[in-house]
């Protein structure tokens, strides 16, 4: 039977990472191999097992309770998203992120690359890799009508979102989803991840800064006729820290982050409510309230969310889950540690190669990084902050940047600017595979040579 389960896995997988060619939403692959993958188990009766984080061993358990508890664990993550994703939506309702383009002033095409890098870096941190990829291209189509220097920045913009989110909890979905399952810390990941994600997003664009492209200045192109709308910055800065206070809230109270997500987005949702000068009830259904829904910005931004985004996330994490309840996970975890060269330290008596952490940032260049950090939350069973998780938080987030279809934020760039495959394989990935490693080595020499020395 475990040849079914695989075949129907890497079937799924395959349909996935070829959604282009395919012409199908990677989501239907993504549901389809969950469904049938559970039915496979249920149908033949295969044991399953639910793991024991304390004794780092599997413990027999029945179909139903061990669903039902993964079910559970991606239910957090997704509700966490839905919070963050309408909160962002709620400022763009706003025009809030116009605000942002208010503080670029330079002409000088190198300035310009190390803010639209530096934004990047810090906004992905905030409200997600991707969402800054899309406020930021949506900027840079605005101040500069260059498209071979807009592709040049948007790829380094690609490199420095990636970067950013690798170091905060709320940053990616992956490094969402291993806070959330326990496996990081806030402080913890900042202790550990920071600096080399600095150093992964710095080293790439310090190199392209110097390149004959970014000698001289911009042909700016500021549109003076824009109107910015009257809550536009309060709302933005509102937004920004409402998602900030999660994770202090997740610390005081030793809550699932998804709670004080919930608590932000009531926050944001009233004053956005108040701005508009609009009653909306959220639980109404009369055709009254439905009017007034019509021009509610919380209305609005809840149509507006990516729900296929959502569905595949729920596909894919109970589908990984599907092989970590029935072991396999931890074989496949045995088998790269038995064949791969021993590079890193003994942790709370399991060692793993550094070595099997960078393979699976180079794999998320190819493989989606969500099943990738879902597996290896499955696959290893080292303890809460342990610099294991946090170099695959570094990895897994900052290694899809050496190929456009290797993140999120490189596909949403490669539709918003076009951008072809080959050129940014032939321009962009060298640079991106200079910072992951420059950020790799960085995070090595922390762990080994400060934290613990």
Known sequence: MEAIILTVFILGYLAIALEHNLKVDKLIPALAMMALLWAVISLFHMPVFEVNT????????????????????????????????????????FDG?????????????????WIFSVLAFILSAIIDNLTATIVLITILQKVVRDRDLRLWIAG????????????????????????????????????HVLIPAILCFAVPTLVVSFTKLFKGDVDFDDDENTTPQK???????????????VPIFKTVTHLPPYIGMMLSLAIVATFAEIFSRKKFNMTSIDAESEAAAHHSPVHHSLSKIEMPSILFFLGILLAVAALESLGMLFEFADVLNTNMPMLGTESHGETISDLVVL????????????????????????PS????????????GTGGSMLIIGSAAGVVAMGMEKIDFVWYLKKIAWLALLGFLSGSIGFMFIRDFILNA
Not at 78 to 87: C, D, P, Q, S, Y
Not at 97 to 113: C, D, E, M, P, Y
Not at 233 to 241: D, H, K, R
């Open 54 to 93: 304390e004794l780092r061993e599997l413990e027999p358990t029945h179909v139903q309770e061990i669903l039902l508890h993964h079910l559970g664990k991606t239910a957090e993550i997704l509700v966490f998203l839905l919070g963050a994703m309408t909160i962002v939506e709620i400022i763009d309702y």
């Open 97 to 113: 992120f116009a605000t942002i383009k208010g503080f670029i002033k330079t002409k000088s095409k190198r300035r310009l690359l």
């Open 156 to 191: 380094v913009v690609i490199i420095a979102a990636n970067a950013g989110g690798a170091w905060s909890p709320i940053g990616d979905v992956t490094t969402t989803m291993l806070w959330i399952a326990n496996k990081v810390t806030t402080a913890a990941l900042i202790e």
């Open 231 to 245: 809550y536009g910055s309060v709302i933005l800065y509102l937004g920004l820290t409402a998602i900030i206070f």
């Open 359 to 382: 393979f699976l940032g180079a794999a998320s260049a190819v493989i989606d990084n969500v099943p990738l950090v879902a597996a290896s939350i499955g696959m290893f069973s080292v």
């Open 385 to 396: 902050d342990d610099p294991v998780w946090h170099f695959i938080a570094f990895s897994a």
